[in-house]
């Protein structure tokens, strides 16, 4: 059975930092996709980062130079460092994964809260 189970959320005042971790089981997603996303509440889910299985990075515009994604495929993790946090990153955070070598996200994470006071 397949899970990805995220880490790392929590409370962080404007400005400052967090690691999420995303520990995959079930599979090896060396091949896959892996990515970040997250819904605010009262708002749709939304891509935030991913890392594709030869390692190239993509972000979405509002956390481009602030976020950084990696992954460790000895450790079948994810990661995303979040700096420069902003009230407006607040969220669930989720994490995904692709099938081997596709860009649809096939396997989906419970989701870790950030909450970015002012």
């Known amino acids: 059975q397949v899970q990805l189970v995220e880490s790392g959320g929590g409370l962080v005042q404007a400005g400052g930092s967090l690691r999420l971790s995303c520990a995959a089981s079930?599979?090896?997603?060396?091949?896959?996709?892996m990515g970040w996303f997250r819904q605010a509440p009262g708002k749709e889910r939304e891509f935030v980062a991913q890392?594709?299985?030869?390692?190239?990075?993509y972000y979405a515009d509002s956390v481009r130079g602030r976020f950084t994604i990696s992954r460790d495929n000895a450790k079948n993790t994810v990661y995303l460092q979040m700096n420069s946090l902003k009230p407006e990153d607040t969220a669930v955070y989720y994490c995904?994964?692709?099938?081997?070598?596709?860009?649809?996200?096939?396997?989906w994470g419970q989701g870790t809260q950030v909450t970015v006071s002012s």
């Open positions: 995904a994964a692709t099938a081997d070598t596709v860009w649809s996200y096939t396997y």
């Open positions: 079930g599979r090896t997603f060396s091949n896959s996709a």
């Open positions: 890392i594709s299985w030869t390692s190239n990075t």
